[in-house]
């Protein structure tokens, strides 16, 4: 079982001092490796694949900067520049681990084969973490302070103990708008990875129709106001960055402004991050599986209502959603999107209607809110429907036909 506690810090001066060198040379280090693998693969490249049987004259091809070509010559960096001796050594490697996940994501793609766009060098400010692979032992945490390796005891804000049985695999320190935060992941080898063998059933499951109106509405008819964090928060934000274009670039003025435009945004992402696990619990307490709609949301962001659908974050919801479903023993099913506001959720007929509609009526007696009638269709896919079931199975037979 792996868990992710995030804690607050309370570094001195020269702590912060540290750790503001530390992130400069690493972003360095990590602008260097990549562009070592990016000149590797200018120079490799090349649109001819066939050669002469009598003659060739290409040229053998470079030694590719590898993962540990390049964690080996760290050394090398080490007696050039003495200040890279005073990060530790995994911390280092983590960087070459970092250029080498996101090279490889551009050529190869991930593990589905979706591959990442061409990696960016990082500016000044653009490299905001450091990694301590290392395990951290129990006794390195007591009371309020963390011993971390060539730093020494940094204070953190205990806001709720780690439990019993868990072991620091890996720390992260992160800068952010408002502060430093250590990310402490945690693993129990006692606790087995958790496989549910919930089965969607009628009277187990809920579907939910996620919109911009309302968040969502469940099957049961309740309904969850969105809150639009970033509508309300939306003319502070351009005020200030009006106040920011302002500034003059290099300044002190203008530092300030920059970090009051980022803690707004920053207290904006909280509130919604908070919105979403808040959620998600209360869903997962009324109901062992969770169905919803296998929505294309970057498809969505692209569109008309661009600025709704980031507001409201649906993909950030989904993947809580996940997450604090597969640590409770639930399940969470995805169905097919397509027709869950025209069926109708009763007798299976199709009602056709416009965005403009928001009541379902049909001719057999139902009548629903639009959202509700696309909730209950979502619930009836997941957990299966007689109705339904009969209505695709005399399709199936009339096509056979």
Known sequence: ????????????????????NWLELCRRQYNYRLAERFNWW?????????????????????DKPGYYSQKRDLTNTKTLFPDYKDI??????????????????????????????????????RYRSLAFPDPIKPEQVHGKFIQLPKIGKVKMILHRPIPDGFKIKTATITCKADGWYISLSLQDV??????????????????IDMGLKSFLVTSDNQTIEIPQYYRKAEKRCSRLQRQLSRRKKGSNRRQKSIKRVAKTHLKVANQRKDFH?????????????????????KGLAKSMLAKSVTDAGWGQFLQILNTKAASAGCLVVAVNPNGTSQECSECGATVPKTLAHRWHSCQCGASYDRDHNAARNIKHRAAGHPVLQSSVNVRRVAGSR
């Open 1 to 20: 079982m792996r868990l992710a506690y995030q804690y607050r810090l309370r570094p001195t001066k020269q702590q912060i001092g540290t750790f503001e």
């Open 42 to 62: 200018e120079q490799n490249r090349c649109d001819v694949d066939k050669c002469s049987l009598i003659s060739c004259s290409i040229a053998p091809l470079k």
């Open 88 to 125: 530790p050594s995994h911390t280092l490697q983590d960087v070459i681990a970092r250029v080498e996940k996101t090279f490889d994501r551009w050529l190869k793609g991930d593990s589905n084969g979706k591959k990442s766009g061409r990696p960016r060098f990082k500016g000044k400010g």
């Open 190 to 207: 006692t606790v087995p990875s958790l496989k549910t063998d919930v089965i969607p059933a009628p009277d187990n499951t809920v579907g």
């Open 277 to 297: 696990y808040k959620t998600a619990i209360w869903l997962l307490n009324h109901s062992k599986v969770i169905a919803h709609e296998n929505l294309n949301i």
